[in-house]
T-cell receptor, first 115, second 115 residues
Framework: EAGVAQSPRYKIIEKRQSVAFWCNPI?????LYWYQQILGQGPKLLIQ????????DSQLPKDRFSAERLKGVDSTLKIQPAKLEDSAVYLC?????????????FGSGTQLSVL | AQSVTQPDIHITVSEGASLELRCNYS??????LFWYVQSPGQGLQLLLK??????LVQGIKGFEAEFKRSQSSFNLRKPSVHWSDAAEYFC?????????????FGSGTRLSIRP
């Protein structure tokens, strides 16, 4: 079974530039999550999708971050404009459902460095 | 709101020695508790979880964890570590009857293995 795919693996940009990350979840998984993991911290949820609808985006900095999941499969996360504090690993995860007992499957992440 | 604390930032143990990683949580009711492992360059992988029932939970890769309500703890243990266990370990807590988006991760404990 293919896992959660993310690209790019690494990205280096200057502050105020824009950047986009892509995620392809496990086939058939209806729920997709984007997490931000700052160095030395645990993952923090940015947004959760159920199919192509947003379930929870309460911690997404909406003035600069946006995400979409067209057709309920692939998803993109965009930052525009980037700030130094956005340097982190961005993890995508998927699950079959959205209940707390669902097993989350994580991708390898995109490491973003903002200079 | 729930929270989770991992008091040890970095632990080094010798190969073949026993391991215990500490996790303390804060939540008013019975929590849903998880341990995830993150190997270098990899996404997070679920080791084990506790929802209810037997307080000693067995997981993958020979790990186990014990839920102690009186101590608000969910420590991870392994009787004999292998070099391949070197990784970052995250404890997480969630509120029952909620979405997986409400899972809160600790800041992690980095495990190094001494040959």
């Amino acid at each position: 079974e293919a896992g959660v795919a993310q690209s790019p693996r690494y990205k280096i940009i200057e502050k105020r530039q824009s950047v986009a990350f892509w995620c392809n979840p496990i086939s058939g998984h209806a729920t997709l999550y984007w997490y931000q993991q700052i160095l030395g911290q645990g993952p923090k949820l940015l947004i959760q999708f159920q199919n192509n609808g947003v379930v929870d985006d309460s911690q997404l900095p909406k003035d600069r971050f946006s995400a979409e999941r067209l057709k309920g499969v692939d998803s993109t996360l965009k930052i525009q404009p980037a700030k130094l504090e956005d340097s982190a690993v961005y993890l995508c995860a998927s699950s079959g459902g959205q209940g707390i007992n669902e097993k989350l499957f994580f991708g390898s992440g995109t490491q973003l460095s903002v200079l | 709101a729930q929270s989770v604390t991992q008091p040890d930032i970095h632990i080094t143990v010798s190969e073949g020695a026993s391991l215990e990683l500490r996790c303390n949580y804060s939540y008013g009711a019975t929590p849903y508790l998880f341990w995830y492992v993150q190997s270098p360059g990899q996404g997070l992988q679920l080791l084990l979880k506790y929802f209810s029932g037997d307080t000693l939970v067995q997981g993958i890769k020979g790990f186990e964890a014990e839920f102690k309500r009186s101590q608000s703890s969910f420590n991870l243990r392994k009787p004999s570590v292998h070099w391949s266990d070197a990784a970052e370990y995250f404890c997480a807590v969630g509120a029952g009857y909620s979405s997986a988006s409400k899972i809160i991760f600790g800041s992690g404990t980095r495990l190094s293995i001494r040959p």
